[in-house]
């Protein structure tokens, strides 16, 4: 295969003009050599052919004559130049195409490494927090392990009767807190949660839609502080908020069973805080069950215990 013999002046012309060897060659070739202007008709109407450039090859070489010379005109200048434009924003857009796929590449592997970071601690969080729930839990056995014990000593003092374990190994009874709120998981913690939210429901027995509210947002803030003790934001709740007011602050009972699981009322009224070193788990893991329980059971507060 051998490139095509085309007019050399016609092809000149064109080289002229601004249109690649290839392309000029090309378009003379299958235009007939007959002219520039049907050369550049050629090339306008196969713009679009993806071997434009390339240099045509035939098998056999073709005896043109020179055709007569022909001048470039302005308007096949303008169309030349109109042609090279295109082609240079074509370009151009692949260009910007290209640089805002490499953009969004790159903001999605940004994008996905911050979501498994995000994943992985929140992992973290909730290992640890299970871990302190089961320490806490153990704590809590543990004491009303060592108050049953002294319970059955001191019985036995009572009646007279001789000690099965040493002095020695009497286990000590925590002190008794005189603030608000309680660090000692018992039997009667656990009535006393329970007697407080029957005494809500009794209090409001007309009211059932408004208890059940009452019920799951006391929920939802034990819950919150049960699963991140360490978010002070679950373990503030301000007084004077329309939506606690009208779901817990106004009922009688519902400030009251948030300060029994740990609350306090700051000093300036505004908010009930739980104080970190102040959560037991323990405790809100009991009014959960004891709130679960509450809207489960239909007949929950009805009887009189």
Not at 16 to 25: E, V
Not at 118 to 125: D, G, L, S, T
Not at 171 to 181: G, Q, S, V
Request: net charge neutral; hydrophobic share 35%.
């Amino acid at each position: 295969m051998a490139v095509p013999v085309v007019n050399q002046k016609l092809l000149e012309q064109l080289e002229i003009m601004g249109f690649p060897l290839g392309q000029a060659t090309r378009a003379l070739h299958f235009s007939g050599n007959s002219s520039t202007e049907a050369a550049i008709d050629w090339i306008f109407d196969h713009e679009n052919n993806p071997d434009l450039n390339e240099m045509p090859r035939v098998s056999i070489d073709l005896d043109i004559e020179d055709a007569e010379p022909t001048f470039v005109t302005e308007e096949m200048t303008m169309r030349a130049q109109e042609l090279e434009d295109q082609a240079e924003e074509k370009q151009e857009k692949k260009n910007s195409q290209r640089e805002t796929e490499k953009e969004r590449i790159r903001a999605s592997k940004e994008l996905l490494e911050a979501k498994t970071a995000a994943e992985e601690n929140e992992r973290k969080r909730y290992l640890a927090a299970k871990k302190a729930e089961k320490d806490e839990e153990r704590r809590a056995r543990e004491r009303i392990l060592q108050k049953l014990q002294y319970d059955k000593l001191e019985r036995r003092r009572r009646l007279g009767l001789p000690s099965e374990t040493p002095a020695a190994l009497k286990p000590a009874l925590p002190r008794e807190d005189n603030r608000r709120t309680s660090h000692v998981y018992s039997v009667a913690k656990a009535d006393q949660i329970g007697e407080y939210l029957r005494s809500l429901k009794r209090y409001h027995k007309d009211e059932d839609a408004r208890v059940k509210r009452a019920f799951q947002t006391l929920l939802i803030y034990v819950g919150n502080v049960v699963k991140d003790p360490d978010n002070e934001k679950f373990r503030r709740i301000r007084l004077s908020n329309p939506l606690f007011q009208s779901r817990v602050g106004s009922l009688e009972g519902g400030v009251e069973f948030l300060e029994l699981c740990g609350f306090q009322i700051t000093d300036d009224g505004k908010f009930l805080f739980l104080p970190r070193d102040k959560v037991d788990l323990a405790v809100l893991n009991l009014a959960g069950t004891q709130l679960k329980s509450a809207l489960d059971n239909p007949f929950f507060g009805l009887f009189v215990k």
